[in-house]
């Protein structure tokens, strides 16, 4: 059902920055606002980017979200140990709500 | 604070029905969408879909279109998802989140631990 598209791995050392993409299309990035959830090992999803580019309460400035067309892209920046986990983009699709991207997994080397 | 707790884990055989909960606490339960999300073991998230529980205003994914119903009772600030008929291929961890007061576009910002439900025979 994934209509959006990311790598299905990245990777860095510590300190690092990592960029994970999301492709999508006309009718869900490219007319609606893109969100990323970061989902650690053994929890639920947890909200790291909403808007294209807004950060929660908490959530550090280490990670940005940017939006281009219908794409878009989560950067980590002075990557950590603890930010090994499991990204995902997500947006609202005009023609089947709400899509979630086939997940990107980050490994801190 | 904000918190959807969810029931537990459950084990069925195919062929039964079982309809999961998703209690909400913290805020104006009748005022925010509530979505469900499914993920099978070692997979991706998908989109189930998404109830306002104000007037129970729902819309499906279409590939759960059918194959399960979203239900809320805001007389108990609780939603739920059902199957008639669990099959194998519905094991999976299911979440609920917390949307939007304004729109069943915007973005999920709270999500409950999850209920594991396994279909075996």
């Known amino acids: 059902q994934s209509v959006l598209t990311q790598p299905p791995s990245a990777s860095g050392t510590p300190g690092q920055r990592v960029t994970i993409s999301c492709s999508g299309s006309?009718?869900?990035?490219?007319?609606?606002?893109v969100n990323w959830y970061q989902q650690l090992p053994g929890t639920a999803p947890k909200l790291l980017i909403y808007?294209?580019?807004q950060r929660p309460s908490g959530v550090p400035d280490r990670f940005s979200g940017s939006k281009s067309g219908t794409s878009a892209s989560l950067a980590i920046s002075g990557l950590q140990s603890e930010d090994e986990a499991d990204y995902y983009c997500?947006?609202?699709?005009?023609?089947?709500?709400?899509?979630f991207g086939t997940g990107t997994k980050v490994t801190v080397l | 604070e904000v918190q959807l707790v969810q029931s537990g884990a459950e084990v069925k055989k195919p062929g039964e029905s079982l309809k999961i909960s998703c209690k909400g606490s913290?805020?104006?339960?009748?005022?925010?969408?509530i979505g469900w999300v499914r993920q099978m073991p070692g997979k991706g998230l998908e989109w189930m879909g998404i109830?306002?529980?104000?007037?129970?205003?729902?819309r499906y994914s279409p590939s759960f279109q059918g194959q399960v119903t979203i239900s809320a009772d805001k007389s108990i600030s609780t939603a739920y998802l059902q199957w008639s008929s669990l099959k194998a291929s519905d094991t999976a961890m299911y979440y609920c989140?917390?949307?939007?007061?304004?729109?069943?576009?915007?973005?999920?910002?709270?999500w409950g631990k999850g209920t594991t439900v396994t279909v075996s025979s």
């Open positions: 989140a917390r949307g939007s007061s304004t729109s069943p576009r915007s973005e999920v910002d709270v």
């Open positions: 997500a947006a609202w699709d005009d023609s089947l709500n709400h899509v």
């Open positions: 913290g805020y104006s339960f009748t005022s925010y969408w």
């Open positions: 808007s294209n580019n």
């Open positions: 006309s009718s869900n990035i490219g007319s609606n606002t």
């Open positions: 109830i306002y529980p104000g007037d129970s205003d729902t």
